[in-house]
């Protein structure tokens, strides 16, 4: 769930909560798509059929290739839920736009959610809690795609260097960060002093190129988002629902 280690499961690029996509052996690859860009990180999400009928979960994030859309539910609706139930998203958010800061370009990102941030508008700029700020450099699978308004961009973790430096073994599932000099407006890009605003929405993996997948979130080229770090820039601080209810800690012992 949100909040739990990016890093410490046994698996590959593990999915937190309820991963959702359109069912069929060959769904239309247009409508699958449509699922995945009109979605944004805190739409609100219903179950329409099954034993959890009626339960209402948070969209976290989006999973590029297979094209996931990933859940967050409190556990004991999880624990109801079946392969095959059908689920309903109220899809708001793609096309917001900050009035007071034209420069900043916004995708993927419920309204709603943006309120809760604790983003602060100071001197034409935008103050931004995160986690961690992480170079561009060391984003992997993901660049060049043609947009950012679906799917992730990984976080590489093969340069233990790196790792230490930028504190990404304590990276959680649902950790806002900021990643600079990257330009992702048109698709993802480097670009020197831009700006880009993401939430982690996958676990690690070990193929070359990937990693903790990133979900932008806002970008912009000039120099008007200011990361801030707090440690508890977090969806499960955000969204005060999901898994147990309660924000969590990464755990101790974790690989460096």
């Keep these: ?136 450099s060391i984003m992997g699978s993901g660049l060049g795609s043609r947009h950012s308004y679906s799917g992730d961009y990984d976080i590489q973790l093969g340069d233990r260097e790196s790792v230490r430096e930028f504190g990404l073994q304590d990276l959680r599932i649902g950790d806002i960060i900021a990643i600079s000099d990257a330009d992702c407006r048109f698709g993802r890009s480097m670009r020197s002093g831009a700006v880009s605003v993401g939430v982690v929405v996958h676990g690690a993996c070990i193929t070359s190129g990937h990693g903790p997948g990133v979900t932008v979130l806002m970008t912009a080229v000039k120099k008007v988002i200011v990361p801030k770090i707090e440690k508890d820039a977090n969806l499960a601080s955000y969204l005060g629902k999901g898994g147990d209810d309660k924000k969590r800690s990464p755990r101790s012992g974790r690989r460096n």
């Excluded at 052996?25 to 999400?45: F, H, K, M």
């Excluded at 969209?59 to 095959?84: C, N, Q, S, W, Y």
């Excluded at 034209?102 to 419920?110: A, E, F, I, T």
């Excluded at 709603?112 to 961690?132: A, F, K, M, N, Y």
């Design 1 to 136: 769930s949100v909040g739990d280690s990016a890093l410490d499961f046994i698996g590959d690029h593990i999915e937190p909560g309820v991963s959702v996509t359109l069912k069929g052996p060959d769904p239309d690859r247009d409508v699958l798509g449509g699922l995945s860009i009109l979605t944004c990180v805190g739409n609100e999400a219903r179950v329409m059929s099954g034993s959890a009928a009626g339960s209402r979960g948070v969209v976290t994030g989006k999973h590029g290739g297979v094209e996931h859309v990933m859940i967050d539910f409190p556990r004991k609706v999880m624990e109801k839920l079946a392969i095959g139930d059908t689920i309903q998203i109220r899809a708001v958010g793609q096309g917001l736009e900050l009035k007071d800061h034209p420069d900043v370009h916004v995708m993927n990102l419920d309204p709603g959610l943006l309120g809760r941030l604790g983003i602060i508008s100071q001197d034409e700029q935008l103050i931004v809690p995160v986690t961690h700020v992480i170079p561009a």
